[in-house]
């Protein structure tokens, strides 16, 4: 569900407007960006299996540290007191806590039953990626409604926030393309240093956000 975190991310500014984007998308794939990290130490591990899903080659074998959901309710609340205690902002805490666990009930749609509630199970997963069509639907459609709404949350301050943002939704679209459509990873490191790039979207977003304004309170309200 790589486009519909970000997509989660973005909608979420409304709720939080003075929380910065780049830190909104943090916290929509911290699971992801701590995952490569536990690959990479031998803590978790995946396999790659062609034809194991419609979508992904990937056979996530067993990563209760980072998508297990007793672990994920505990990065949640970390992630937001971290939050709240750097910054003081409460409502951008609780919405960047709710947004690490946004992460894994996205994932809970998509995902073969692979994902453990306790430890190593049970497991579950609805499975959307047996059906391509279906998950890239779904993608588009949340990352587009994301889009729609952070838009609304507030206007470009100059060129930067408008083409910076229309160049990162472009770019969005085309690594998930290129996952599609192209030849699965080569090793397990390939994943994790794959997975590590996406410290890239973050940035991206923090930038962008500095480019643009703030709705006021009420305008957030009327929207």
Avoid at 148 to 153: E, F, G, M, T, V
């Amino acid at each position: 569900m790589f486009m519909g975190h970000i997509g989660i991310a973005m909608a979420a500014k409304r709720a939080a407007p003075r929380a910065s984007l780049g830190t909104l998308v943090a916290a929509a794939v911290w699971l992801d960006l701590v995952w490569p990290v536990m690959l990479l130490a031998g803590l978790e591990r995946v396999r790659i299996d062609p034809g194991n899903t419609a979508v992904t080659p990937l056979d996530f074998e067993r990563y209760p540290f980072t998508h297990g959901a007793s672990a994920v309710v505990l990065w949640s609340l970390a992630f937001g007191a971290v939050y709240l205690w750097r910054g003081g902002y409460r409502r951008g805490a609780i919405v960047a806590g709710a947004l690490v666990a946004s992460h894994w009930v996205l994932d809970a749609i998509v995902h073969r039953p692979d994902l453990p509630l306790l430890w190593d199970g049970p497991k579950v997963g609805l499975g959307l990626w047996s059906s391509l069509p279906a998950t890239v639907a779904i993608e588009v459609g949340i990352l587009g409604a994301g889009v729609a709404l952070y838009l609304r949350a507030g206007p470009a301050r100059d060129a930067t926030g408008r083409w910076a943002l229309a160049a990162l939704v472009a770019f969005v679209l085309a690594v998930y393309g290129a996952n599609l459509l192209g030849p699965p990873p080569p090793s397990e490191k390939a994943i994790a240093v794959g997975g590590l790039a996406q410290w890239l979207f973050v940035a991206w977003a923090a930038w962008i956000d500095r480019h643009r304004r703030a709705a006021a309170p009420g305008l957030l309200l009327q929207g």
